[in-house]
């Protein structure tokens, strides 16, 4: 958070992730999220956002032009869970690690590092030629 939104708690007010997510749906980007609102403090929707839209970005940069995805927003009683499929041609073994150590952070900071500061987790399952999915899961933080 950053420090105007610290002392007027603009960070701290609900807002519903739905609206931020279904914002990211394209002819090839298909949302499903519940009916019912998924309200989380401003902060944690507008960086769970951020991180769903990097993977997305992912999904185009280096699946193609053709490739689609799905998201699915789940609102679980004490955490969100968002997970982020796609077509494409999946990612090689060690390629994560590799692309890191090569000083490329997308994955570990647009997706990990937004994700880890608001303690959750991200997994990442992929094998070529069948895809990718992110899995996302925050806990609900007390009291959102």
């Given at each position: 958070m950053v420090a105007s939104e610290a002392a007027d708690g603009a960070g701290l007010d609900p807002a519903?992730?739905?609206t931020h997510?279904?914002?990211l749906a394209t002819a090839a980007v298909h949302i499903a999220v519940p009916a019912e609102p998924v309200a989380l403090p401003a902060h944690h929707a507008l960086e769970l956002a951020a991180a769903v839209s990097a993977a997305l970005d992912?999904?185009?940069r280096h699946a193609g032009p053709t490739a689609r995805a799905w998201v699915l927003l789940e609102d679980e009683r004490d955490a969100v869970r968002v997970s982020i499929r796609?077509?494409?041609p999946g990612i090689a073994e060690g390629r994560l690690?590799?692309?890191a150590a090569a000083g490329r952070l997308g994955?570990?900071?647009s997706i990990r590092g937004r994700v880890n500061d608001l303690g959750g987790t991200v997994d990442i399952a992929s094998r070529p030629g069948e895809g990718t999915e992110v899995e996302i899961r925050i806990p609900r933080p007390i009291g959102g």
């Open positions: 519903d992730l739905r997510l279904t914002g992912n999904v185009h796609d077509d494409g690690v590799e692309a994955v570990a900071q």
